[in-house]
């Protein structure tokens, strides 16, 4: 059967059947946070929660978990409060100016000190006032307790000392200054075992110092922000271009480096917006096991991301609608908090943010794919698009646990821009330069060809009784089993195009991108049905999309700067939710979230809400996406020749 497209818009309902945009609150964050307000109100569920919570008056300056990770205190110009984690209940505020944070390692204690250089220990639990002391004259600028909870050590910065101190933390008894920075000292920490003390000045040198003697035992210049590992034998070094430096702490010696991904000679790559590619890593923090490193990323201070310090590979970006001022890690690593403040780093009124970290994990990454990538029925295998020596097109099909290939199919002599599966997982259809064609997936035996210019997309009937390929102006469907063609579409004039095509869940409709919104086409007769106008389309048309589970709605990238989702069978539209630079979409199996490729991230939304809840991060343009039949993984092909894919956990 033949047809000619002429871009018709019959059957459009007009009027209040296409009014009712509603735009969705959604905040630019990422694993929508679980808010802490500080005002004695639950946020409820992470995904409830509202845009920004004003935690202080002030912005915050410094955000710490309790050794428990159950609480978590903030320093803001005007006052210190301690909130429970998880509901945000406000359980005290202390008058602080301009505070630094220490917890006691059991937790029953918190050290402050205020600009006035006073040093005051409260009792966590009642916000009792216990003692204070003069620590300096002038702003100390980083606390910390030793492991045995025994001795408080500070970093003074103002004045004319270049020196740390070390006081009983029982009664304020000044026990040793360490003394021989030729800068300000803005940072000191203890080992793990209590026996030695590192501290850190603003011109970059870092010193360790017998904690018990005050002897100097190293001096390293030029480092970045600095920390002994975990068990205290190595010092981790963070330089603002992204790169750690992991030193022997006995003689300094390097061991390894790795370099952050997506940081470059000071660069953050275009992956949270088109600001951050002018902004080095700053605010740099460390998870108290050492494995993962956390910073502050973009020009305009709304971004931080998170780092596996073993590889130097991004494990989740995180963002706010204003400044991120400071971060945190929860002490077991899995949650991060930030702080941040309307005014950026130059002030204003502070919030607090709270993360959980576990929400995805990088599982597998599949060097020399290209463009083109799809999970099997069972989620067991994944098939992708690579290319050999001479540049022919291949699909080899791995492992999607693994990574082990399988099998590597020569699929095409010149290129290969999309696979699909079959339903029932038994046969493999690939599209390149020369046709469409359809094989074993088991064997890898050809099973048939079509000849033909198809470029675009390939897609497989639900019920694997037909298959469709599609080109700019073509679109072709035939029966696999035999091989007889079905329909054909062409489009007229020549200067209609077809997208991109997607079939319902049910396989009644054939839904085709193009100028005129989203076409349906019977997928019985290949005949045109209806249109589904999508607002503000580029003149290029609707190039992605994708059907929900259940059918009833279609979310649509209209013009690369918002997701429109709109009901199939009236066409309103329910929701309009922001993306910056869209791209590939994909619904989750399960129709709760709607993942797209946007700005060199991969984002997903509630799709009910259009709030976000998870970005990752490839720092690549993407070509192609695909959820795993039980969603508990997704897989994104990027340009630069890798596929990846994480493992999620998007529950409540």
């Known amino acids: 059967m033949n047809a000619r497209y002429t871009g018709s818009s019959a059957s459009r309902p007009s009027g209040s059947e296409w009014s009712g945009r509603r735009r969705a609150t959604a905040l630019a964050t990422i694993f929508c946070p679980t808010l802490l307000a500080g005002h004695g109100e639950p946020l409820g569920a992470a995904i409830e ?18 050794p428990d990770g159950a609480r978590i205190a903030s320093a803001s110009e005007s006052e210190v409060k301690l909130c429970e984690v998880g509901s945000g209940r406000e359980l005290m505020r202390l ?31 009642s916000g009792q006032d216990l003692f204070g002391f003069r620590g300096h004259e002038a702003n100390i600028t980083s606390l910390t307790f030793s492991p045995d909870g025994e001795r408080l050590a500070a970093a003074l910065l103002y004045g004319e000392d270049r020196v740390a101190k070390v006081w009983d933390a029982s009664d304020g008894r000044e026990l040793l200054a360490l003394e021989g920075h030729a800068d300000h000292v803005r940072h000191v920490e203890f080992s793990p075992d209590g026996s030695r003390l590192l501290t850190q000045d603003a011109g970059r040198t870092v010193k360790v110092w017998d904690a018990s003697t005050g002897r100097q035992r190293l001096s390293l210049d030029g ?14 070094s963070a330089t603002q271009d992204g790169l750690v430096t992991f030193r022997d702490a006995t003689t300094g010696r390097p061991i ?9 000679r000071g660069v953050f790559l275009d992956v949270l ?26 020009a305009g201070y709304h971004s931080a991301a998170v780092w596996e310090l073993e590889d130097g590979m991004t494990r989740v970006g995180l963002s706010v609608d204003e400044g991120v001022t400071c971060v945190a890690f929860s002490p077991n690593g899995r949650h991060a908090a930030a702080g941040g403040s309307k005014g950026g780093a130059g002030g204003g009124e502070g919030s607090l943010w709270s993360w959980d970290l576990d929400g995805a994990r990088l599982a597998l990454v ?20 690579v290319s050999d020596r001479r540049g022919r097109g291949q699909v080899a099909i791995r492992d999607a646990t693994t990574g082990r290939v399988e099998r590597v199919i020569q699929a095409d002599p010149g290129f290969v821009n999309a696979v699909a599966f079959s339903p029932d997982g038994n046969q493999l259809a690939t599209l390149g330069s020369e046709g469409v064609a359809l094989w074993d997936a088991a064997e890898g035996r050809r099973l048939r060809t079509w000849p033909g210019k198809f470029n675009e997309t390939l897609a497989f009937r639900p019920d694997g009784q037909q298959l469709v390929a599609s080109s700019l102006g073509l679109i072709t469907a035939w029966d696999p089993a035999t091989g007889q063609e079905q329909f054909n579409v062409v489009a007229f004039p020549l200067l209609r195009r077809f997208n991109r095509v997607a079939y319902s869940p049910d396989g009644t409709w054939l839904a085709v991108g193009t100028q005129e919104g989203i076409e349906l086409l019977d997928t019985a007769r290949g005949e045109w049905q209806r249109t589904i106008p999508v607002p503000r389309s580029d003149l290029l048309g609707v190039e992605n999309f994708a059907f929900s589970p259940d059918g009833e709605r279609i979310a649509a990238n209209s013009n690369g700067e918002e997701i429109v989702v709109l009901d199939v069978d009236s066409g309103r539209v329910e929701l309009t939710f922001p993306v ?43 070509w192609d996406l695909a959820f795993s039949p039980d969603g508990r993984r997704l897989a994104a092909a990027e340009e630069s020749g890798k596929v990846k894919i994480w493992e999620l956990d998007l529950e409540e």
């Open 49 to 66: 929660a509202p845009s920004r919570i004003e935690a202080h008056e002030r912005r915050v300056h410094e955000v710490l978990f309790s």
């Open 95 to 125: 008058p602080v100016r301009r505070g630094h944070l220490a917890f006691r390692p059991d937790g029953a204690r918190l050290a402050t000190s205020d600009s006035s250089g006073m040093v005051k220990i409260w009792d966590a639990a």
């Open 223 to 236: 480092l970045g922000r600095a920390a002994f590992d975990a068990d205290g034998r190595q010092i981790i």
């Open 256 to 264: 390894r480096s790795v370099h952050l991904e997506g940081l470059y």
């Open 273 to 298: 917006g088109p600001e951050s590619q002018q902004e080095p890593l700053e605010l740099a923090t460390f998870s108290r096991d050492r494995k993962l490193l956390a910073g502050r990323v973009t």
């Open 366 to 385: 599949l060097d020399g794919a290209e463009r083109a990538v799809a999970f099997d029925p069972e989620g067991n295998r994944i098939a992708v698009k």
């Open 580 to 622: 910056s630079q869209g791209g590939a979409l994909a619904y989750s199996p399960d129709g709760r979230w709607i993942a797209s490729a946007s700005s060199g991230a991969v984002r997903i939304f509630d799709s009910a809400t259009g709030q976000q809840w998870l970005a990752l991060l490839p720092h690549a343009f993407l």
